[in-house]
Nanobody
Framework: QVQLVESGGGLVQAGGSLRLSCAASGNIFSINSMGWYRQAPGKQRELVASMPTGGSPTYADSVKGRFTISRDNAKNTVYLQMNSLKPEDTDVYYC???????????????WGQGTQVTVSS
């Protein structure tokens, strides 16, 4: 099994910043990609940013220029630096990892437990 542990959510005023972290551990041979999604109540989970190993990041249009995704491959960790936050960024943010297990039997997707980000106006 693989565990994704997130941290860094919270309450911030509009215009402020937060940094999310997500560390993967467990049955990991390699990680193909890590990223962040968000979901509001009653809505579908949507991509915020993703970053393949050795590749370029992808961002949702709504966060381009404000959010930055980065990874520490040695620590199996992904970060999301969120600047110039807006009330519409309020959501539960989920970490995602596409993992190749030690047995190398395929690629499997795993989700973190979610962390609440609330931006007040």
């Amino acid at each position: 099994q693989v565990q994704l542990v997130e941290s860094g959510g919270g309450l911030v005023q509009a215009g402020g910043s937060l940094r999310l972290s997500c560390a993967a551990s467990g049955n990991i041979f390699s990680i193909n990609s890590m990223g962040w999604y968000r979901q509001a109540p009653g809505k579908q989970r949507e991509l915020v940013a993703s970053m393949p190993t050795g590749g370029s990041p992808t961002y949702a249009d709504s966060v381009k220029g404000r959010f930055t995704i980065s990874r520490d491959n040695a620590k199996n960790t992904v970060y999301l630096q969120m600047n110039s936050l807006k009330p519409e960024d309020t959501d539960v943010y989920y970490c995602y990892a596409a993992v190749v297990p030690v047995t190398k039997t395929g690629v499997y997707g795993y989700w973190g437990q979610g962390t609440q980000v609330t931006v007040s106006s």
